[in-house]
């Protein structure tokens, strides 16, 4: 065969060079083919390691070209040839070549797939008389909708990534749904439709899958994907049942009753899902029978055939759609950055496409993700589940002890030499460590929290700390700590040597094994953060004196490279989508934030309402600045009053929680002697606070962040919007203040550029939950008089969707 008709002659040459320098040895590379299948740009995977299948897996992408050489000349494949090929056409669907020396002979073992994508037409479903309507009488049409549908179509159809903002009532659920499944099922590939919110999973599960399900001709399958804490753990469950691994003294008397309850209904349970409870489990119960990943015997579990678990894996892998969050999303991508993007041991099973809805969170979902913390909290539950140093004398306080007894159980021949160093000597280790933990902690609340009472969050950095004599003696703290597991480590890895000789039946083994793993774990992201040596992370510290806890967190200052060596460079089907993800008509500040540079597929469509017929917004322009002193209490009789003029039926927005208090207290006896029902944030769980509201007859509420977005109260029920400030962020936030800093240094301008793009994502959320379908009317004040008095604030006025702007004193806006 003609090599120059599968590699160009410039990656030829490029081939040539790297086999010289390599001595003339075998070289693994990666080959990029262009559109037409000719490999025109090649990357060095590794020397002479044809052995290392799982490192040469992990950096090919799909639809590429493993190319290797033979020094001998003799291009015939070896069976770990045809090993790598197998794999590799398997997982990615890519071909592998062997070269000569010269890279002037080819032997092709496994052919280049040809992209062989059958197109879609989503029209029909959405056109006037289309399918929607004919099965549906009610459906409505619209033209946002059906436009949004073509744009994602023409997105799949040609293998672009697709951006679009679709405002309040376009549909658009229905609109990136239908072409999702239509492209999934005559492509045989696999969607996943990831959203911030449980409101829109439910939406998605319980109205939108359902009329999809009525006009798609071809049937298909779904599931909510459900994170693996949620299934029973079958092993688990018969060592609780025996009493082996629990201790009812450390119970209260309801979760004596909850225990009893799960044990019931596990004996009867099919699917093993936490959400078959009718009740809601404590979550320090549930632990006792969870699933856990890290603990599970996999292979070795005598209960595996009938694991939750794996039944569920199974199920997923058998849905053709998959509905799950960005946290589980970005968990789940967290580990193939790891092992590689095609894996059988990831959360989700393999997919060919993603649709991100509420897509202006990534950014921050996927930051969390790629950080690393260590917290007070983390270390003592690791370290009791180990030995609970505060209840020794119970025989079930921790691992040690059931280790102990099991070991003596099954008479182990060794298990005389284990007890001695478990009770002579680690035990003893154990506590010393647990003390010199606790107390670098305690050290770190008192050094930080400033004697405040709440949380602080604040900056580490080295030219900031280095002179502080409280930073010194906490560093001694940490020196210490660190001594004293390193030699309790190295004491404990000699237990584990002899005690893996042992049978493992229960899997108590493997428990005591993987939970020394966890505190292996917990210190290597302590030694990471606390080294603050990787000038692409943000260090920080979080500590709250009233709750005693503290921990360290170690954030990237980008996610650019992650996202695009972890996801885009990996998946070609992407839609982001949400009510607020471009500046004006511009998106360019949303694909830098999450790294997305190459050429994408935008649209903005703009909502279907009649927002200057719907929606009149007022802005006292007689209040002063929310940096005056004065703010506060200037604003107090106003929101009183607007409050009472609504009749209830208020959402009062807020960007801090000390304003919020401040003024839920503040109005809270007069409004209530008045009939008023408020509600504040944090009283009850987000969902169930927003049904209370809406029972309630005349209802207020004060809420702050997770209320600005993912709520939805159609009706007179919320005909009032208050926007109490422009929801910047806080710049004295550490993530924050580093991401500014870091603008500065790149000779960029961090307010236009960072602060106020953020601000008004977040102000568009604020306003977008008034108007929630067609019949909806209110109105919106914004107390924040920098939106008519500072010259960024034209950027807030433009992104109102009403032009029906009130500006005029309160005494005016009042009458």
Known sequence: MDINEKISSEAQKNIRVAIDEAGGNEVFFRGIPDENGIVDHVEILARGNKNSVPAIMKQMKKREVIIHNHPSGYLYPSDADVQIAAIYSDKKEGASYIVNNKADDIYVMVELKKDAEVSIDVGPYFEKKGLLSQVFPEFEYREEQLHMAKHIEKGLNSHKKVIVEAGTGTGKTLAYLIPSIEWALKNEKKVIISTNTINLQEQLLNKDIP???????????????????????????????????????????????????????????????????HFEADSYVWEFFQSEADVCSGNKCPYKGDCFFLKSREQKKKADLL????????????????????????????????????????????????????????????????????????????????????????????????????????????????KRGNDYFLRM??????????????RLRHEELEHSTLWKELKESEEDLVIEYNSY????????????????????????????????????????????????????????????????VATPLKINDELDKSLYLNLEHIVFTSATIAIGNDFDYFKNSIGLHEETLEAVIHSPFDYNRQMKVYIPKDIPLPSEKSFTFEIKDFLKELVRRAKGNTFILFTSYSTLNYMYYMLK???????????????????????????????????????????DVKGEKLSSVIIVKLPFKVPSDPVVEAIIENYDNEGKNAFLEYQIPESIIKFKQGIGR??????????????????????????????????????????????
């Open 211 to 277: 009329i999809a399900k009525k006009v798609i001709e071809s049937d298909f399958n779904y599931l909510l994907v459900k994170g693996r804490g949620n299934y029973l753990c079958n092993r688990k469950l018969m060592n609780m049942a025996t009493g082996e691994s629990v201790d009812f003294e450390d119970f209260t008397q309801s979760q004596k009753e909850q225990f009893q309850a799960i044990l019931k209904w596990a004996s009867s349970t099919k699917e093993g899902d936490r959400g078959e409870l």
């Open 770 to 815: 008034l108007i929630r379908s067609r019949d909806d009317r209110g109105i919106i004040t914004i107390l924040d008089t920098r939106i008519i008095k500072k010259r960024y604030g034209k950027l807030f006025l433009n992104a109102i969707p009403t032009k029906n702007i009130c500006i005029k004193t309160r005494r005016e806006i009042l009458n």
């Open 445 to 458: 609340i008192n050094v930080f929290s400033r004697g405040q009472q709440g949380t602080v969050n604040l």
């Open 323 to 434: 509905i799950t969050n960005h946290h589980m999303y970005f968990a789940d991508l967290s580990i193939r950055k790891e092992i590689g993007f095609n894996t059988d041991y990831a959360i989700l099973p393999d997919y060919d496409m993603v649709v991100f809805d509420e897509a202006h969170n990534i950014e921050k979902v996927a930051r969390d993700y790629f950080s690393y913390e260590a917290s007070k909290y983390s270390f003592t539950k690791t370290m009791n589940q180990i030995y609970n140093t505060g209840k020794k004398k119970k025989k079930k306080a921790g691992s040690y002890n059931q280790l102990i007894n099991y070991l003596k159980n099954i008479k182990y021949e060794s298990y005389k030499d284990v007890e001695r160093l478990v009770v002579e000597e680690l035990i003893e280790r154990h506590i010393n460590l647990f």
């Open 669 to 711: 006896d007069e409004l209530e002697e008045e009939g008023f029902d408020l509600f504040i944030q944090g009283m009850a769980p987000r969902n169930k606070l927003v049904k209370m509201y809406k029972m309630s007859r005349k209802p207020v509420l004060f809420g702050t962040d997770s209320f600005w977005e993912g709520v």
């Open 489 to 552: 480590m190295k004491r404990l890895r000699s237990l584990i040597r002899v005690i893996k000789e042992a049978e493992d039946e229960t899997g108590v083994i493997n428990d005591f094994i993987k939970y020394i793993d966890r505190l292996e774990a917990f210190f290597t992201n302590f030694k990471f953060i606390n080294e603050m040596d990787d000038s692409n992370f943000i260090y920080w510290v979080s500590v709250n004196g009233k709750k005693s806890n503290a921990k360290l």
